[in-house]
């Protein structure tokens, strides 16, 4: 007997976005989003609310409350440069204050400049983070950790080819992830680029449209199945249905459900 999972409502794919800094540009790529039914996570400095080109706190909660809002360091400092216990302030207290801003439960972040060690993780995870995004580049896959999670590529890294790869990609469980900063499409006069793609990506049948935190969560679950030794039974002791594939057979199981062949 062999089981497999799928995304949400038994899709293959997922595709998800990430977007740092919480400056006022957020709005018009929000926009964009929104147009064409993607969700994306955006990472925030609540302790520079306000500053520069940043959104005030005022503004916050109207302003991303289709999306998720997850942490990116109270200041925007390098985790690993700091002192243990100023790490812990770094993280704990903007996540206290988004939460208190948005009313939501925040359980990511993005490591600011891309920077952690394994003691910034392990501090992470103490305070209940669940993923942590790193920069880089990706493939398809899904994270062995997520608190190492690289994403698939940078906006600016061939965006619309990836894209093309990932519409013809066969492999169950592919998921696409985006990064950037809303401000370098200003920079760079190309705005038309995630235009294009969020176009090109709308409507799919197969394709789950999910913030960081719902991948998160939803692949977490799947690992919380408990099986028989023949895999004959299985069980889920989650809140969250799942689905996925059992012997071949298309299947969903709900919170607290038990099923057997």
């Avoid at 147009?35 to 990472?43: D, E, I």
């Avoid at 169950?172 to 705005?191: R, T």
């Avoid at 176009?199 to 935190?213: G, L, R």
Wanted: proline letters at 3%; one cysteine or more; hydrophobic letters at 35%.
């Amino acid at each position: 007997m062999k089981l497999n999972f799928f995304f949400q409502n038994g899709k293959p794919k997922a595709l998800t976005f990430s977007y740092d800094d919480g400056i006022f540009y957020d709005k018009q790529l929000i926009s964009i989003f929104d147009k064409y039914g993607m969700k994306g996570t955006f990472n925030l400095n609540s302790g520079m609310l306000g500053q520069g080109k940043r959104l005030p706190e005022s503004e916050i909660r109207e302003t991303y409350k289709n999306h998720e809002v997850a942490c990116h360091g109270l200041n925007h400092e390098t985790l690993p440069k700091l002192a243990k216990l100023s790490a812990v302030e770094e993280m704990l207290e903007d996540r206290k204050n988004l939460e208190r801003i948005t009313g939501k439960i925040v359980r990511g972040m993005a490591y600011a400049y891309g920077a952690r060690s394994e003691d910034t993780q392990k501090l992470l995870k103490q305070l209940g983070f669940i993923y942590a995004r790193r920069t880089g580049m990706n493939g398809f896959g899904l994270p062995d950790d997520f608190l190492e999670w690289i994403p698939t590529c940078h906006h600016n890294n061939e965006l619309l080819y990836k894209g093309d790869q990932f519409l013809a990609a066969k492999n169950k469980l592919a998921l696409m992830f985006v990064w950037g900063h809303s401000y370098e499409f200003n920079n760079q006069d190309n705005w038309s680029l995630m235009e294009e793609f969020c176009a090109k990506m709308a409507n799919k049948e197969d394709i789950w449209y999910a913030t960081n935190s719902e991948i998160c969560e939803y692949l977490l679950a799947t690992k919380e199945i408990v099986t028989s030794a023949d895999c004959r039974i299985i069980h889920n002791p989650t809140a969250l249905t799942l689905w996925g594939e059992w012997d071949g057979e298309a299947f969903q199981i709900a919170p607290g459900e038990t099923l057997q062949k």
